[in-house]
């Protein structure tokens, strides 16, 4: 079962380990949303079953590039001009009031 993290109320960021990331683009139509998490997945056992460094490079590079086409790296999805938090503490972000008064047990999802 797929454990299901706190989200932003903006649904920009979700959040685990004690950080935001970014969640994928929502205007992705969902054609494109697949093929970029096929190729998330692919690259990602790549990173795993590489033999060497320049294997595990273009593998890592894989990742990345999967992870961009999906919006979670690279220039942000929205455009009202506020600025990527990602990995930042949501208690230490512009979040910090919804993170504040969110609920212990959802809180705790994210820790």
Do not use: H, I
């Not at 590489?50 to 999967?66: G, H, I, K």
Request: zero cysteines.
């Amino acid at each position: 079962m797929r454990k299901t993290y706190p989200q932003t109320p903006d649904g920009r960021y979700f959040v685990a380990k004690g950080r935001l990331w970014r969640r994928t683009d929502p205007s992705l139509d969902e054609s494109e949303r697949r093929a970029a998490v096929k190729a998330l997945m692919q690259a990602r056992r790549a990173v795993g079953l590489a033999q060497d460094a320049e294997a595990t490079m273009q593998a890592r590079a894989a990742v990345d590039a999967a992870k961009r086409r999906l919006g979670e790296r690279g220039p942000v999805w929205w455009d009202d001009g506020a600025p990527d938090e990602s990995l930042k503490s949501p208690a230490n972000s512009s979040y910090a009031n919804w993170w504040e008064n969110l609920p212990g047990d959802e809180r705790e999802t994210g820790r």
